[in-house]
């Protein structure tokens, strides 16, 4: 079997970044990643809000580059699905395709993926009008009139945050009340730009090179409406891809991985970093910073022992 120091499991920031510092730490690392190297930003078309880059750069564009220079320090990435992972007292097996690996430390950075609404035009109008990020794209849609769907923390706030430069702000949510907090739900009350439509849910979405109009169902008559808007930020919630570790790590209620600020998780020798983890700021700039931080946990962890 083939031992390693680390195994990285996921390619996004997180997991690349974690994969740059241990490969010059000169430990012995492997990434697996099941899809694209660069993670859920190779979807983006515009990153306005990692440093570094004043005009901005494609989400595709900045995984490479991210790729590109951990692979020149010498890490092992390899396209393959984590199927199972075992503890071995000091060590762990790492279970993928054909094969089982032996690692000292694993760095968990599989992330989470956004809940779709799984409606007619989603897919298709994805990065032309349809949004998973009000603060990625927010901007895009200065001075238009946009809907957030949602009634969570996520999407209270993305109205807050997209009020700051949209005309008008509209909360389409399935209920009749929100589910985000007091002091979140006070403020988008008080703010006149953001209009709530209530216990409608999205029925479709509509346009050929760009998002032209919502469809919406109100789930209490079945009458349908429609909204002419330019942008729709889609805020029902994140599925953290984290079923693998279900009853071997500690977990919280959604599924998110617990650490502390070293990024060690319930389990010694296991590390998180990025949207897996609990309380991620979800941002390219922090699953960095938790992707380095995992790093260098890991190599203190395996110089102690
Ligand atoms: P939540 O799961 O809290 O909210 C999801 C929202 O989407 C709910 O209002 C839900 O409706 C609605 N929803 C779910 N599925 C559908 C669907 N298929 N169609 C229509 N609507 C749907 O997710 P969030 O991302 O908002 O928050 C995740 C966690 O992160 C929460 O614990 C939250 O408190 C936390 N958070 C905290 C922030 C803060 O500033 N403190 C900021 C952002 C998130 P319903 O209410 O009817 O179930």
């Known amino acids: 079997m083939k031992e390693y120091e680390v195994v990285i499991i996921g390619g996004g920031p997180a997991g690349l970044t974690a ?180 216990n409608s849910v999205v029925d479709s979405l509509e346009g050929q090179e760009k998002l032209d109009n919502v469809f919406i169902k109100d789930v209490k008559t079945g009458g349908t409406s429609s909204l002419s808007v330019s942008g729709v930020f889609v805020a029902i919630g994140l599925i953290p891809n984290s079923d693998l570790f279900k009853g071997f790590l500690d977990l919280d209620k959604a599924g998110n991985i617990v650490s502390n600020e070293m990024m060690h998780t319930s389990v010694p020798g296991i590390f998180t970093a990025g949207d897996i983890r609990k309380n991620s700021a979800r941002q390219v700039a922090t699953a960095v910073g938790d992707g380095a931080t995992a790093a260098k946990a890991a190599f203190s962890y395996l110089k102690e022992r």
């Not at 099941?34 to 880059?53: C, M, S």
């Not at 580059?65 to 951990?70: A, E, G, I, R």
């Not at 927010?138 to 009634?151: E, M, Q, R, S, T």
Request: net charge neutral.
């Open 19 to 198: 994969g740059l510092y241990a490969a010059r730490f000169g430990l012995k690392t492997i990434l697996l990643e099941r899809g694209l190297f660069g993670g859920q930003i190779v979807n983006a078309n515009e990153v306005h809000n990692y440093p570094g880059f004043p005009n901005g750069v494609s989400g595709m564009d900045l995984g490479q580059l991210m790729y590109d220079q951990t692979v020149k320090f010498g890490l092992q990435a390899e396209t393959a699905e984590v199927t199972g992972i075992k503890s071995n007292g000091n060590s762990f097996e790492i279970i993928f395709d054909e094969e089982t690996i032996s690692t000292k430390t694993v760095i968990i950075a599989t992330g989470s993926n956004y809940r779709k609404m799984g409606v007619d035009g989603e897919a298709k109008l994805n990065g032309r009008g349809v949004s998973y990020c009000a603060t990625c794209d927010g901007f895009l849609f200065k001075n238009k009139d946009v809907a957030v769907i949602g009634g969570g923390d996520t999407a209270v706030t993305d109205a807050l945050e997209l009020s700051q430069h949209c005309k008008t702000v509209y909360v389409i949510h399935r209920r009749d009340q929100l589910r985000a907090c007091e002091a979140v739900q006070r403020a988008a009350f008080s703010n006149e730009r953001i209009k709530f439509i209530w």
